[in-house]
């Protein structure tokens, strides 16, 4: 598994030479995109085409390769196999064949941008694609709302305007967004602002739509607990006018955050009546 350049072509490794420089073949992504790889570093290689849409089929050649004592590398257009490219099933399939798999690190758009966000994040969560259908993308974005680490994932050029436009509807206008286009191309771009303020900075110049994108979006701010405690009273409040208290505790812990066992105690507190599952747990 080897990876390659996410643009610049001198970002390619001296083991990733190596190894594509003395394999017996080249599975690639696009054998077209990877020639002119290799073209530009002197290797000539036999290349055989594996992408999304042959790739289980694609394996089992490679499985076949090994097993006539030939040694295979996978290359993907750009970055590093089976993230969010084509690599999973063939590794799955070589890994269960008995033959070993072997790493060769290099670039990923993700870990770049996120060298570059000036982010202090515990951590960060990669979520690849949005969805392509508005209402799965509404929803995934609903979902890292409330995330409080940095959430990244990657959007196409002729979709980054729909996605931003979702983005401004659900996030918090004030939410921290980290813009990274065409990272180590000629026309690196690279953007902090709010959810807030995509659309502005996307409208300010046409050719901002152009290239490809990794997002990151900022953990979300901490909200302090008794908000999320009156939060959570107001929304108990009209629950129990309809539901047991368990039932509306669980229910406006979920809406609001704040802690299930408190609002079980202020419902009763209210007056809310028991029923359902008898009790807090």
């Known amino acids: 598994m080897v990876a390659t350049p996410i643009g610049n072509l001198r970002d390619l490794t001296l083991r990733a030479l190596d190894v594509l420089a003395s394999v017996d073949r080249i599975a690639a992504e696009d054998t077209r995109h990877t020639?002119?790889?290799?073209?530009?570093?002197?290797i000539a290689a036999r290349m055989a085409s594996l992408h999304q849409h042959n790739e289980r089929a694609g394996a089992q050649r490679v499985v076949a390769w090994l097993a006539a004592g030939e040694s295979v590398a996978l290359v993907s257009d750009a970055g590093t196999p089976g993230i969010s490219d084509p690599g999973a099933l063939v590794v799955e399939a070589v890994r269960r064949a008995?033959?070993?798999v072997v790493p060769v690190p290099g670039p990923s758009a993700v870990v770049t941008a996120m060298s570059v966000a000036g982010v202090d994040s515990a951590g960060f969560r990669f979520d690849g694609f949005l969805p392509v259908k508005r209402e799965a993308r509404l929803r995934a974005l609903e979902r890292l709302a409330t995330c409080d680490q940095v959430v990244a994932f990657y959007e196409a050029p002729h979709r980054v305007r729909e996605t931003f436009e979702d983005m401004a509807l659900v996030l918090d206008a004030a939410r921290g967004v980290?813009?990274?286009?065409?990272?180590t191309k000629r026309f690196e771009d690279i953007h902090a602002c709010t959810a807030g303020g995509l659309?502005?900075?996307?409208?300010a110049d046409a050719n901002r739509e152009r290239g490809e994108f990794v997002l990151l979006v900022h953990p979300a701010a901490a909200e302090a607990p008794d908000r999320r405690?009156?939060?959570?009273?107001?929304?108990?409040?009209l629950?129990?006018?309809?539901?047991?208290?368990?039932?509306a505790a669980r229910l406006a812990a979920r809406i609001s955050g704040a802690q299930r066992r408190e609002l079980y105690a202020a419902a009763l507190r209210l007056g809310g009546g028991e029923g359902g599952d008898g009790g807090e747990t």
């Open 199 to 203: 659309l502005a900075w996307l409208d």
């Open 35 to 42: 020639r002119a790889l290799l073209d530009a570093h002197g």
């Open 178 to 183: 980290t813009v990274c286009r065409e990272l």
């Open 239 to 247: 629950l129990l006018e309809e539901l047991p208290a368990s039932q």
């Open 229 to 237: 405690q009156a939060e959570g009273e107001r929304v108990l409040a």
């Open 98 to 100: 008995g033959f070993p």
